[in-house]
């Protein structure tokens, strides 16, 4: 295959997802895709390139709908705060805490159509957004945020890794962490204090449940 750029991201995802209120937080709405292996095939088709990740940016996953419910129901959280969404997916994290009050929302993504996503999803909800192309778990970043929230990033061994490091250091220089989480394999529980629980609305397809039982959670001091 010899690879193409998709230059319209706004325009392909427009055109390969819908709209839809998210299950848990059904006060904002994202575009989601209603399958997602056609869709990883039409974006790997459209670019001319293989081995490209799932799009992770086209669903509302358990953790990220978990921790965008109990920012919404517990804006003292964020309110008046900078923030910083991280592995944002598509942004949903990031548009609750905007909702919520925050100052400013930076996400980051290592996928350039999350980003874009996260954008698209931030103006469909009227809200703005920063998005920081940047892999923040790889980079040394002088950046500081008040607090950190973090959906469904323990699902591989080296990310987990890399991003309790992350969020560790950060923790130790002033910044709350919030974490949702169903109990991915590399969710490192017994570094972890559970703050709250949450039954899920989710896609068989993604998750093998349509309620998944998930958890928010933040760093033990």
Do not use: C
Not at 96 to 108: E, F, I, L, P, Y
């Amino acid at each position: 295959m010899s690879a193409t750029v998709i230059t319209d991201k706004d325009a392909f995802i427009r055109a390969n997802t819908r709209s839809r209120p998210v299950p848990l937080v059904p006060e904002i709405s994202i575009f989601v895709a209603d399958e997602a292996v056609p869709l990883w095939h039409k974006t790997e088709e459209e670019l001319g390139e293989e081995g490209l990740p799932p799009p992770f940016w086209a669903f509302a996953w358990a953790g990220g709908q978990a921790l965008a419910r109990h920012i919404i129901d517990n804006p003292h959280l964020v309110r008046g705060k900078s923030i910083l969404d991280l592995a944002s997916g598509s942004g949903l994290v990031g548009i609750a805490a905007m909702k919520a009050g925050a100052a400013r929302v930076d996400v980051t993504d290592i996928d350039d159509f999350a980003l874009a996503a996260a954008q698209l999803n931030a103006g469909h909800n009227n809200v703005a957004i920063t998005t920081l192309a940047t892999d923040l778990l790889s980079e040394a970043s002088g950046k500081q945020w008040d607090a950190i929230l973090a959906g469904d990033i323990f699902y591989e061994r080296d990310t987990a890794a890399r991003a309790f490091d992350f969020l560790n250091r950060h923790a130790l220089q002033g910044a709350t962490i919030l974490i949702g989480d169903p109990g991915r394999s590399y969710l490192p529980r017994e570094k972890l204090r559970k703050i709250a629980d949450y039954s899920v609305p989710v896609t068989r397809e993604l998750e093998d449940a349509e309620i998944k039982k998930t958890a928010v959670w933040t760093l033990l001091k």
